[in-house]
C-alpha cells in the first residue's frame, strides 16, 4: 500500500510560479519512476515531467524550458517546479510513481489525488 499525498497547487497570474510536492509512504518500496501528468477538462491527461530512478528526465513539449522535475529520495518526495506560467497550463495535475515492494517485488503503481493549478490571464 503505497499512498501519494500532493500539494502546492493553487491560483497564480499569468508568468508566476508554483511548486508542487508529491510524497511517498506506506509500504517499504523502490521507486522506479515518478512524475506529474495533467488534465483540463474535455482534454486528454498528457505528460507533464517524469524522472526515473537513475535522474533520466523527460518532459512535455509544451512545458519544456519552464518547468523542472527533481526529487528529494530521503523524503521519497518528487517536486515539480513550474515557471511562467501560461493560462493553459490550468488543469489538474496528478502525480504518479512506479515501483516494486521492498522484499516481495511486486510491482505496483500509485496515482495522487490531483491538484488543481490555476492560471489566470
Known amino acids: 500500500q503505497v499512498q501519494l499525498v500532493e500539494s502546492g497547487g493553487g491560483l497564480v497570474q499569468a508568468g508566476g510560479s508554483l511548486r508542487l510536492s508529491c510524497a511517498a509512504s506506506?509500504?517499504?518500496?523502490?521507486?522506479?519512476?515518478m512524475g506529474w501528468y495533467r488534465q483540463a477538462p474535455g482534454k486528454q491527461r498528457e505528460l507533464v515531467a517524469a524522472?526515473?530512478?537513475?535522474?533520466?528526465?523527460n518532459y512535455g513539449d509544451s512545458v519544456k524550458g519552464r518547468f523542472t522535475i527533481s526529487t528529494d529520495n530521503a523524503k521519497n518526495t518528487v517536486y515539480v517546479q513550474m515557471n511562467s506560467l501560461k493560462p493553459e497550463d490550468t488543469a489538474v495535475y496528478y502525480c504518479?510513481?512506479?515501483?516494486?515492494?521492498?522484499?516481495?517485488?511486486?510491482?505496483?503503481?500509485?496515482w495522487g489525488q490531483g491538484t488543481q493549478v490555476t492560471v489566470s490571464s
Open positions: 524522472i526515473t530512478s537513475g535522474g533520466t528526465t
Open positions: 504518479n510513481v512506479d515501483g516494486v515492494v521492498v522484499g516481495t517485488l511486486e510491482p505496483f503503481v500509485s
Open positions: 506506506g509500504s517499504i518500496f523502490s521507486i522506479l519512476n
